[in-house]
């Protein structure tokens, strides 16, 4: 399994920012999906998760400003950024975990695979 993200940049507080995962190696229909971020001296943490179904969850600080997203065609999944604000800052990663459930959202120690992170800088 391979996923590789993408879409990261230096943005200002207030902008919005699209990023990609694109996944190989796996049947990707039967995979939850999520996006991950780690800022500098902080843990990494689950932020957005989408099931198989396209039941999406997110952590409080990003609900109602960020949306997850999958293609299951093209293999790809999304997150779009809004209203981004410098506590944003950090390494975006996307992951992947194989379930039979279609609609059981994951919790962060249940993902097997993740990809390289791409950058995301939000200044004031």
Do not use: H
């Not at 779009?80 to 410098?86: A, D, I, K, T, V």
């Not at 959202?105 to 791409?118: A, H, I, K, M, S």
């Amino acid at each position: 399994v391979q996923l590789q993200a993408s879409g990261g940049g230096l943005v200002q507080a207030g902008a919005s920012l699209r990023l990609s995962c694109a996944a190989s190696g796996l049947t990707f229909e039967n995979y939850g999906l999520g996006w991950f971020r780690q800022a500098p001296g902080k843990q990494r943490e689950l932020v957005a998760s989408i099931t198989r179904g396209g039941r999406t969850s997110y952590v409080d600080s990003v609900k109602g400003r960020f949306i997850i997203s999958r293609d299951n065609i093209n293999n790809m999944a999304y997150l779009q950024m809004n209203s981004l604000e410098p506590e944003d800052t950090a390494v975006y990663y996307c992951a992947a975990r194989r379930t039979r459930s279609l609609n059981i959202v994951l919790e962060p120690n249940d993902f097997d695979y993740f990809g390289q992170g791409t950058l995301v800088t939000v200044s004031s």
